[in-house]
């Protein structure tokens, strides 16, 4: 006799950016969130509906356009709060409109969370519970969401398989990114599957065997 898994999640790529959006949720409530709905909110919604699953709450990795864009009008539409990023991201979030229009992306708005998150946070969907990481560097509030009874944790840009994120945006910085890998996601685990911010999954066990930025062998020999 099978049981289901407590967390189900779903990767809808949106923008033109190609940025993962994840639709998660609690199979025993059948309530969920989506992380990071950046873009295409009639896409995100229809996924939802699909799977049945009733949306309480949005959670926003970081700040940049492509992961929070419509994440103001989506929360409006559908009448839920939005959880994250930290607050260091704030003037990212902000500049939405500006940056929007840069990107393709039509519609942005700027928006305040119901709530800002920091490092040692947790965030509940349905009757999951996620552990927030605060890991700067590729923004300076960027968070990460980890479940660990799954071994899951949702990323955005702070790792990708094969690659980090870019540190080259306003207050970026590269030694905080690798610090916030090395100390904060490697000691979940290398079971531990991420979902990036775009791109395909990985784990991070394979990732400090081949990343060309942070794998063990590269960072003992920097």
Known sequence: MSSKPPLQAVIIPVTPLQQNCTLLWCTATMRGAFVDPGGEIDKLIAVSEQHGVTIEKLLITHGHIDHCGLAGVLAERLGVPIEGPHPADKFWIDSNPVTGAQYGIAGATAFTPDRWLAQGDQVTVGELTFDVYHCPGHTPGHVVFHHPASNLAIVGDVLFQGSIGRTDFPLGNHADLIEAIVTRLWPLGGA???????????????????NAYVADAVLAAA
Not at 192 to 209: L, V
């Open 192 to 210: 531990t599957a991420f979902i990036p911010g775009h791109g395909q999954m990985s784990t991070f066990a394979a990732e400090r065997r081949s």
